[in-house]
């Protein structure tokens, strides 16, 4: 029969989760939000900060009211008093980083994409299960309220949901000055990491690996100073996958988009609001025909569009997981990850791009330290 009500979410409430001691590595405009969020909505404990130079952790730690504050990664990582380190430095910078946290047997929450490669996330997940610590993409996305009733439509099979899912379409564009990060090629900009990253999430976990992938993209115009030898601008991608299913995503950083999506079924489909990926609305409508009906019967959902407040729900999953033992998440296994770093190199490639001047720029950070 016809999806007839939508779910609950069954997402736990955040002040019962856990309380463990927090290490943030890195003190940009994510690290900012992540705390704010942390200190507005939880009970968790942000114990210290670190950054490479005592200025830049002191004045991280005066902004967020932390006691203790580290002029280098490796003495953040050393404390003993640091449950997990939360890693939210540059795309490039997470491999080298997450190692360090790891290698010190810290718990790891890695901002999303964990890396630049699935081959670069492979060794991350494999030094993490050798240590027996948690190693948790901060897709923040996953663990929304919102998502968790998206999850529940999804998962109502061909008779309670919207059947068989036939397609995916889904934008993401924003635009950016030229003098942002995302527009520096040796800090690995482009939308390809930053903004498609969510459009890969939402393919993969809705219809699966892809079987086939075709993309194309354009240069940013004029090069930004930052990327002389030019950087990735916009990013257009259909992706197969064995079922017949396809994803149809695109991604911008010259422009701003409508940032919706819409999950098409054989049953109906799910309308996602702009900024998909964020808390909001999504309207559900089924097809009755289907089921002997008429018209279309519409569902719908909606939630405080908070933004970035609600990256407290990844910490408060990663607190419940490290209380229980557990290493990995069932909202997003690390096999999820790697899956969608898979199709994140896949489209690099079929666009014709490479992050040699990031790999450079790691490079040359790492011999410095």
Request: proline share 7%; aromatic share 8%; net charge negative.
């Amino acid at each position: 029969m016809a999806l007839l009500t939508l779910p609950a979410p069954r997402t736990p409430d955040p002040y019962a989760a856990p309380v463990v001691r927090w290490g943030i590595l890195g003190t940009g405009w994510i690290a900012d939000r992540f705390v704010h969020a942390l200190q507005t909505h939880t009970r968790q404990v942000i114990q210290a900060v670190g950054s490479r130079t005592d200025a830049g952790a002191a004045a991280a730690a005066a902004r967020w009211g932390v006691g203790t504050a580290y002029g280098s990664y490796a003495a953040l990582v050393a404390d003993p008093d640091v449950d997990i380190v939360y890693i939210a430095t540059p795309h490039n910078h997470h491999l080298p980083d997450a190692l360090l946290a790891i290698g010190a047997g810290k718990h790891v929450l890695i901002e999303k994409p964990v890396a630049m490669t699935a081959e670069e996330g492979r060794e991350i997940w494999a030094a993490a299960q050798e240590r027996g610590v948690l190693c948790l993409e901060a897709m923040w996305t996953a663990f929304l309220p919102k998502y968790d009733v998206l999850r529940q439509v999804l998962d109502g099979g061909v008779e309670a949901g919207i059947g068989r899912i036939l397609s995916v379409r889904a934008d993401q564009g924003e635009w950016f000055p030229p003098t942002h990060r995302i527009m520096n090629s040796s800090l690995a900009g482009g939308p390809l990491l930053d903004l498609f990253t969510y459009l890969a999430t939402l393919s993969t976990w809705t219809v699966g690996m892809p079987l086939q992938v075709t993309a194309v993209g354009s240069p940013v115009e004029p090069p930004p100073p930052a990327s002389p030898g030019g950087i990735n601008g916009q990013l257009s991608a259909s992706l197969v996958t064995a079922t017949g299913a396809v994803s149809t995503l695109y991604s911008s950083i010259v422009e701003d988009t409508p940032t919706g999506a819409v999950i098409q079924g054989t049953h109906g489909r799910i309308e996602i609001d702009g900024w998909f990926y964020r808390p909001g609305g999504f309207t559900v409508v089924i097809d009755e025909r289907q089921f002997g009906g008429s018209g279309e019967r519409r569902l719908r959902y909606d939630e405080p569009e908070i933004g970035h407040e609600a990256l407290f729900w990844q910490a408060c999953e990663a607190a419940r997981l490290i209380a229980a033992g557990e290493t990995r998440s069932a909202l997003r296994p690390f096999e999820d990850t790697i899956a969608t770093l898979e199709v994140l190199d896949r489209v690099r490639l079929a666009v014709g791009f490479d992050f040699a001047e990031a790999l450079a720029e790691r490079e040359g950070t790492v011999a410095a330290d």
